[in-house]
């Protein structure tokens, strides 16, 4: 049986902690800071847990 590939989008978006957990980051996270108040971009700089539903999917994709 050949190995499973990485999605390569998945791969960019996700990472899996050490205890298995699947993080991404929060959306509007990327540019056009000067537009957004401080405390708005503070609060989107920090990455998230990926919601349960999702969560098997993200790993499915990443290929564990």
Do not use: I
């Not at 957990?21 to 509007?28: G, H, L, Y």
């Not at 056009?32 to 847990?49: I, T, Y």
């Amino acid at each position: 049986m050949p190995k499973m590939k990485t999605h390569s989008g998945a791969k960019k978006r996700f990472r899996v902690t050490g205890s298995g957990k699947v993080m991404r980051q929060r959306a509007r996270h990327v540019h056009k800071f000067q537009e957004r108040s401080s405390r708005a971009a503070r609060r989107l700089a920090n990455d998230v847990v990926v919601a349960p539903a999702d969560t098997k999917k993200a790993k499915k994709l990443l290929g564990l």
